[in-house]
């Protein structure tokens, strides 16, 4: 085989076919001038049908507020606006393609045309000529002989696209050690999601689960205007007997078998709050990532590779249940510079 | 012939014993909390008609003392609400073992439920059946049950309560047909692997705005037509490809076919 | 009416004086294009990207895309006060206090799906068909990277409003950013204007969504449209069907009519189920907080396969090397399988034509039973596809058919490897066995079920010929040739340049078509035919020396 390759189609321009185009077959409705009415009838009905729909449209529209509910049994309760709607013009816009569609089918002339294709791309003679007319500029431009012209405008050119990079840099801060803390120290007193309740130890039972937040969220919240804290700081509190515990990630974490964890989780950072409370098993809805909240919340199914961080909680003076600090981990996916 | 130096009415002893009868009803009255104190009290025939269906029916895999068998968890302090919740849903008794135990037509009738109930309800303290008062969702709030129900229930029941897979192949049921009680217990006691939410973290309040927006869920419009099961993304993509695309294929075939 | 026509004709006129319009006319208006209805799947592509657009304007005058929170005073009663992004409570006005909103909410989603589902058709269409072979190899890079770009398109569109489900995608997409070696904290840092989820990303996002992706998308539909129409569109081999011709019908005013009508077929389907099935109920998913999540979480179908990916990886695929987390478990999934499959893509035309050595143009198709290697990957890659995408919806299967999740995450993390080369083999001998059978057909004819005996006692069964359209259709194909490695050196001792790669082309080569059935030749042809005459008039002896009535083909 020659080093250029081959030309494996399988004919060449002004070639014959070897089987010629089989003969026109008439249509019906080319033969019958009574099927070429009733199909000049059909296409015209599907037109006049949608001109109706289409003005049944703005009857709907103005006819019916969008609070207006129409019950059709198991088919569900729809807004009559939006189901009307829909129907009208969904039917109207489809008469026309199947009316434009059946006219061609029926009524255009339907005989194959063969036509010529040209050879694609440029020919021989255009391409040399092209290539000539470019040397010829280059060599009026004096591109190649004056080098430092040349190559100052290469060093030019190839920095300018520099700005456009740099003008991204305030797209967000430097991270810094942002990703490795949370709005959780020492004493933040330990509140129910959404009533904002402080939690005493004995308001939880055996399989118990709570979803939970720090006491001072929702302030932080307000004074940063965005959500970032909460999407770190939340956590859940589960109980279980002390001596379901098989271990945990620091000694005394738990007060009295209630442990706290992380919500957020370490595979790419769903929350989690699926709670098995027999198994003690924590489940991501996302990816299945499955987590043994009674041994270490270490990861037990599933793509996620790290233990969901554990919160170490204590009791304070007043009895309500508090952290005793930060997570001792970064929270939420990893990330390069988890360490 | 009494050797007491004080003479006592015949009467004497019968009154004693209604005193105390009438103190431990009282001192009883006053330790439990006010919800079970509504809860009407289970007759002693109640007691032990749960007591003997328990031995029949119950027994075999929770122990004759409840105590819990290799095939059964233990009873003792799981109250009448769980009783209730599992036994008139139909969950117990178990009819095969399973990973879980599905709701099915009910074995006992309500009469029967509560005396089982009100049975395992004297073996140790636990949650009672909610009143009816406790039921009323008349001052729920159902923007905020929705937000609680996102918060502690769409996990696992999906966000429209139709249920969602767990781990090996158990499963949070659907809601859809789900009675206030039913929700009620279940939050209380935590069936199975659901975890329980007691009222010193999950409220009565906060219970029946859930309970609110559940009963919404149920009942809820689908303002954009068939709602495919509410299941998200998998059956709209199915919708689309087989209802869309395929409808759209036919179209195709229909312009490109020959004309007789 | 003939005002209307003359006064269009001055007009033109006038026009014409000043652009060519007469002569573009002249070149196109009577352009041939031919029938199949596997050549309309672009066209649905097409139509849904234009109703993508006219939809998405619409939904741009009421959309406001912003993360500030407001408090809801709207229709939907079960979020009355609640907190929510401005981005959600506008999609929520749309839904329910603007008529004919949810309407065009819903015609817009629709449309993403069609879109995307009728672009992988046609990329499979186009695919086995080696339509994609010179001189539209750079039509192909095109269309692929339209599919690429309408993942992120779509992404960006169902993330807009806000809502749970989609809020919870975001989440994932910026652990996935974050896994990035060495520069993925930066980049999410800069993409969300901070921590995650920061108040920038849903403005941003809407900027990509509709000012930056549909202006590429734009500018490469119309490249892809100008180089069809430049190239003139391929066609099946067939009777009359040559490299160099093509049969069909004009432009005006059969596919004005034909596409034409099409598009409002589409746009009519996607009214219809606009109006009739709900689709992304954002109102019920509740507006997006970081800390809640819904059971069966998945994104959008065409992201599927990438979740699927993303849950079948198994546990603890992370290391520490050098003092930094390396995190296997989601960046080889989420980025570089995609990576190396786009890549594949992209690149398979070139591959081909490297291993074919063929240079010349392909105006006809390829059946795809005559390219079996192709049609076997093509096969295979679908299959790939197909498991991934199954397990993307791993717990709803397992809630649907009372199965555990685990199980079907073990089935597919079995499955990926073992059943494409299944695929890739069953689909080759099938293919094979079609190629066989057309020889057969061509040569011998197909069976007529009717048994004749010949003089010396011989059943034979009687062949009809095919006819001549079926014959062309056979004697299309394009017969690859097996390519021989050249002598190690020439006749002077010199070693022959570039050996090495021309020795593996020759494996590649002989793996694709070492087992191709030949196409008949036409002495083989000749002689068959004899041979049939043979038979043919043995037949009318037989029938006329026992004096039955000749059947009606035999005449």
């Not at chain 1, 709050?273 to 027999?278: F, K, S």
């Not at chain 2, 009100?118 to 406790?134: F, H, K, Q, W």
């Not at chain 3, 498991?387 to 299967?397: M, R, T």
Request: charged share 15%; glycine share 10%; with cysteine.
């Amino acid at each position: 085989m020659s080093d250029h390759g081959t030309d494996l189609a399988t004919t060449e321009h002004g070639d014959e076919p070897q089987f010629p185009l089989p003969p026109h077959h008439a249509r019906l409705s080319d033969t019958d001038p009574r099927a070429a009415k009733a199909a000049e009838m059909q296409v015209a009905i599907m037109f006049g049908l949608s001109a109706v729909l289409t003005i049944a449209f703005v009857v709907v529209y103005f006819a019916f507020p969008t609070n207006h509910f129409l019950d059709l049994g198991p088919f569900g309760v729809v807004q009559t606006s939006n189901f009307l709607l829909g129907i009208t013009f969904g039917l109207a816009v489809l008469l026309i393609g199947l009316g434009a569609i059946q006219w061609a089918k029926k009524l255009m002339a339907d005989e194959e045309i063969i036509d010529e294709r040209h050879p694609v791309g440029s020919p021989q003679a255009d391409q040399d000529a092209a290539a000539a007319l470019f040397q010829q500029g280059v060599d009026e431009s004096g591109f190649v002989e004056r080098k430092i012209v040349r190559r100052t405008l290469i060093g030019a050119l190839a920095l300018f696209p520099i700005p456009l990079v740099v003008l991204l840099k305030d797209m967000g801060p430097m991270p810094g050690d942002s990703l490795d803390h949370t709005i959780w120290h020492k004493g933040s007193r330990i509140v129910v999601d959404v009533t904002g309740k402080p939690i005493k130890p004995e308001d939880l039972d055996i399989g118990t689960l709570v979803a939970a937040s720090p006491e001072d969220l929702d302030k932080v919240q307000e004074v940063e205007g965005n959500q970032n804290a909460r999407a770190k700081a939340s956590i859940i509190l589960v109980r279980m007997r002390p001596d379901e515990i098989k271990s945990q990630q620091g000694e005394n974490w738990d007060y009295e078998g209630i442990l706290a964890f992380s919500k957020i989780c370490t595979h790419v950072g769903c929350p989690i709050a699926l709670y098995q409370q027999r198994t003690h098993a924590l489940l991501c809805p996302c990816h299945q990532s499955t987590f043994d909240l009674s041994d270490s919340g270490k990861v037990v199914f599933g793509p996620a590779a790290r233990e969901m961080p554990q919160l170490p909680i204590t009791v304070d003076s007043d009895g309500y249940l508090v952290a005793q600090s930060d997570f001792q981990q970064p929270v939420g996916p990893s990330f390069w510079e988890r360490s | 012939m009494t050797s007491s130096s004080v003479r006592r009415h015949r009467a004497t002893g019968l009154v004693v014993l209604l005193a105390a009868l009438v103190a431990t009803g009282v001192g009883y009255a006053a330790v439990t909390g006010t919800a079970q104190a509504a809860a009407p009290a289970a007759t002693q025939t109640q007691v032990d008609h749960g007591r003997q269906l328990f031995l029949e029916g119950c027994a075999t895999c929770h122990g004759m003392g409840a105590q819990g068998t290799q095939e059964g968890p233990g009873l003792i302090g799981v109250g009448a609400a769980a009783v209730d919740f599992q036994v008139s849903t139909g969950r117990m008794p178990l009819s095969t073992p399973a990973q879980q135990a599905p709701r099915k037509a009910p074995v006992y009738n309500a009469e029967e439920v509560a005396a089982l109930a009100a049975y395992v309800a004297t073996l140790g303290p636990g949650p009672s059946i909610p009143t009816d008062s406790e039921l009323s969702t008349n001052d729920a709030d159902l923007a905020t049950g929705g937000t609680l129900f996102r918060t502690n229930c769409a996990q696992c029941h999906n966000f429209a309560g139709r249920g969602g897979a767990l781990s090996d192949g158990r499963y949070a049921p659907s809601l859809m047909n789900a009675t206030p009680r039913e929700i009620f217990e279940a939050m209380l006691t935590g069936p199975q692997n659901m975890p329980n939410f007691p009222n010193t973290t999950m409220g009565i309040q906060q219970k029946q705005d859930i309970i609110k927006y559940i009963e919404h869920l149920q009942t809820a419009s689908a303002p954009g037509g068939l709602a495919l099961g509410s299941y998200g993304p998998v059956t709209e993509g199915v919708a689309a490809w087989t209802l869309g695309l395929g409808l759209l294929l036919l179209a195709a075939v229909w312009i490109g076919a020959k004309v007789r | 009416m003939s005002v209307i026509v003359k006064e269009a004709g001055k007009a033109i006129s006038r026009a014409d004086e000043r652009a060519p319009i007469s002569s573009l006319a002249k070149a196109n208006l009577r352009k041939i294009f031919p029938d199949h209805w596997s050549f309309m799947l672009g066209e649905i592509a097409l139509y849904s990207f234009i109703i993508l657009l006219l939809t998405g304007v619409y939904l741009t005058i009421w959309f406001k895309p912003s993360m500030n929170e407001v408090i809801y005073h709207g229709s939907y009663a079960p979020l009355e006060g609640i907190p929510m992004s401005q981005a959600y409570a506008s999609a929520l006005n749309i839904s329910f206090d603007v008529r004919g909103g949810l309407l065009i909410r819903q015609i817009h989603h629709w449309a993403a799906l069609f879109f995307m589902a009728a672009m992988i058709v046609h990329m499979f269409r186009i695919f086995f068909t080696g339509a994609f072979r010179k001189p539209r190899e750079f039509n192909w890079v095109i269309g692929g990277s339209m599919v690429m770009i309408g993942l992120l398109e779509g992404f960006a569109g169902y993330s807009l409003p806000d809502d749970l489900l989609s809020g919870v995608g975001v989440r994932i997409v910026a652990g996935i950013i974050e896994s990035v070696p060495v520069v993925g904290t930066y980049l999410m840092f800069f993409i969300f204007g901070g921590q995650y989820p920061g108040s920038d990303f849903i403005p941003r996002l809407y900027m990509v969504h509709i000012l930056l992706m549909p202006a590429i998308l734009l500018a490469l539909v119309g490249l892809h449209l100008v180089l069809i129409f430049y190239h003139k569109h391929t066609q099946y081999p067939g009777a009359g069907r040559t490299n160099t011709n093509v049969v069909g019908y004009p432009l005006f005013p059969v596919y004005t009519a034909k596409a034409g009508g099409f598009f409002f077929v589409v746009f009519g389907i996607a009214g219809l189920m606009g109006g009739l099935v709900t689709i992304n109920p954002i109102w019920a998913y509740g507006p997006y907080v970081p800390d809640q999540v819904t059971a069966g979480s998945q994104p959008d179908w065409y992201i599927g396969f990438l979740d699927g990916l993303l849950r079948a990886v198994p546990s603890g695929l992370e290391t520490y090397w050098f003092g930094h987390t390396w995190s296997w478990n989601v960046f080889i999934p989420a980025l570089v399988v995609p990576g190396i499959l786009f890549t594949l893509l992209l690149g398979y035309p070139f591959l081909e034509a490297w291993v074919t050595g063929d240079t010349g143009e392909h105006h006809l198709l390829d059946r795809p039973r005559n390219n079996p290697t192709r049609t076997a990957i093509g096969v295979m890659a679908i299959t790939f596809y197909g498991v991934l995408i199954l397990n993307g919806a791993n717990d709803i299967i397992a809630q649907a058919f009372s199965v555990s999740f685990n199980s079907v995450t073990w089935f597919t993390r079995v499955a990926i490897f073992v059943l494409p080369p299944l695929a890739f083999i069953a689909t080759r001998r099938f293919c094979l066995g079609l190629q066989r059978r057309d020889r057969e057909l061509l040569l011998h004819g197909r069976e007529s079920g009717q048994i004749l005996r010949l003089p010396h006692g011989e059943f034979i069964e009687v062949h009809t010929p095919i006819s001549d359209v079926e014959k062309a259709k056979i004697l299309g194909k394009v017969e690859y040739p097996v390519l021989e490695a050249p002598a190690e050196t020439d006749e002077n001792g010199v070693a022959t340049p570039g050996l090495k790669g021309k020795k593996r082309r020759a494996r590649w080569s002989r793996a694709y078509f070492g087992d191709s059935v030949a196409k008949p030749t036409p002495e083989e042809i000749a002689e068959a035919e004899h041979h049939m005459h043979e038979l043919h008039d043995h037949e009318v002896h037989e029938l006329e020396e026992s004096g039955k009535s000749l059947p009606a083909h035999m005449d």
